[in-house]
């Protein structure tokens, strides 16, 4: 949930000088923006896992902080649980082999945290939410022993009034859940993507990200189960968006206007209307002042880090200081195993630079791409969605015919056409089969009951396998 500030208790006073630091800030991006002060390199790419650790039952294990000592330097971090820590790996291009380079650091990292995790009777997990869960696991002496976790649940508390989170999600099966902090969103983990932009094709990659969003994660879910309920397909999307929803301005983020969610609309003029709209919308919820000149924007982006849209835009420095922009793309859940999470990242990468140059969101009114989305999110492959020039089409039909455009924009990215072509033809192979990461799942426990440690068990044997979902077996 972002980077670690200094501490976790604030004054009035720092909410009123956070607030004077970030409106100065907002409006200096603003005059980069139109004076084209901003780095112009694109195509640089990362990645975040955010990954889950379990014990040899395959119930969730509160011991990152100490796996994380063992892994030391590695670029891992914990996350909201001591049920959960982060890889990242290092930002490199996406031309030539970048996709392969950077799913290979990654599975390093995790072959090191298997390692020494065996020593502490653990083994990391990539799933999106843990079947194995129960909600008596996210109390609060579960929360990572740090300052921004303890002061995002203080501030997002205030925020609420008192009252309690509240999370329903009507899927296959109802959960009606009331919890008293934010450690319900623990129970959500992801794997997100970065891609560096040069400013004049922001405008046009943020709004291709909304609109590619639904067939992207109908071709990824993976997160079907949440204490012991069959939700939706990909559960952690309606789960995030109620675990940490905290009012705006009178109240205004429960209205059209979310801190958590898909976005309040396309961009119309250009990528300072977002910021603006954080400035106007979004009350400051850790208001730590730092000392740092305002060309560093570090209110800006520490504020920017506390508002949750699926695709945001995100403020950054290239190696010489020169301040750029990178889309995160974070719809798409942890797992099932690397290879899928390539392919993934391939599909979406390779679509956006595909259809970005049409403009697709002026043929798609944003509410239907809104609506596209959350279809996907609980129906996956299954879901029926609206696309231009096509109308209303099955998911999974439409993920057929978006591959060719998805690999026309990886060769237009400079992305090897072999490496593009083994990672496209695992979504074709995912699609042919309707075998998702949630489908899996779902048909484990149709054959062996509701086991879920059972679940979780066979689930993690066959991720370190190392074989695409499509090729896991019951």
């Not at 843990?130 to 501030?155: C, F, I, K, T, W």
Request: glycine content about 10%.
């Amino acid at each position: 949930m972002g980077e670690e500030i200094g501490a976790s208790r604030f004054r009035p006073a720092d909410f009123e000088a956070f607030k004077r630091r970030l409106q100065r800030e907002t409006a200096l991006l603003e005059t980069w923006l139109q004076e084209d002060r901003l780095s112009g390199r694109r195509g640089m790419a990362g990645v975040e896992l955010e990954a889950w650790l379990v014990d040899g039952e395959g119930r969730p294990a509160a011991v990152n902080e100490a796996l994380i000592q063992r892994l030391a330097p590695r670029p891992v971090v914990p996350e909201l649980a001591r049920y959960n820590l982060e890889f990242n790996v290092t930002p490199r291009p996406l031309a030539g082999s970048g996709l392969a380079e950077m799913a290979a650091e990654l599975e390093d990292h995790l072959a090191a945290a298997r390692q020494e995790g065996a020593a502490l009777g653990v083994t990391p997990l990539a799933i999106g939410t843990l079947p194995s869960l129960v909600a008596g696991d996210l109390g609060a002496e579960a929360m990572s022993p740090s300052n921004r976790y303890h002061a995002l649940n203080e501030q997002v508390l205030a925020r609420r009034r008192g009252r309690p989170i509240h999370v329903v999600i009507p899927g296959r099966e109802h959960l009606d859940l009331t919890h008293c902090d934010v450690m319900l969103e623990a129970a959500a983990t992801s794997y997100q993507l970065h891609l560096q932009l040069a400013p004049e094709e922001a405008l046009a990659a943020y709004n291709t990200a909304l609109v590619i969003s639904a067939p992207v994660l109908a071709a990824a879910v993976n997160s079907p189960f949440l204490f012991g309920r069959d939700l939706w397909a990909e559960t952690r999307i309606p789960l995030f968006e109620q675990a940490v929803e905290v009012g705006g301005y009178g109240d205004a983020a429960f209205g059209p206007v979310r801190r958590v969610g898909f976005g309040s609309g396309y961009l119309r003029a250009g990528v300072g209307e977002l910021f603006r709209e954080n400035l106007a919308h979004f009350p400051v919820l850790l208001p730590e002042l730092r000392d740092t000149p305002p060309e560093r924007l570090a209110h800006l982006r520490l504020h920017n880090g506390t508002i949750w849209r699926w695709n945001r835009l995100l403020v950054g420095f290239d190696d010489d200081g020169t301040p750029h922009l990178r889309l995160e793309h974070r719809t798409l859940p942890a797992g099932p195993s690397g290879i899928d999470q390539s392919a993934n990242a391939a599909f979406f990468y390779g679509l956006l630079a595909g259809m970005m140059g049409a403009e697709p969101w002026r043929a798609l009114p944003f509410d239907q791409a809104r609506d596209n989305f959350y279809q996907a999110a609980r129906l996956g492959l299954d879901a029926h969605l609206i696309w231009p020039e096509r109308g209303r089409v099955t998911a999974r039909a439409l993920v057929e015919g978006l591959l060719s455009t998805a690999a026309e924009g990886l060769a237009r990215l400079g992305v090897e056409a072999v490496l593009a072509g083994r990672l496209l033809a695992v979504i074709a192979e995912r699609v042919l089969q309707g075998r998702t990461g949630a489908r899996w799942q779902r048909d484990f426990v149709a054959q062996y009951g509701r086991d879920w440690n059972a679940l979780v068990r066979a689930y993690r044997d066959r991720q370190v396998g190392g074989e695409p979902v499509h090729r896991w077996s019951l």
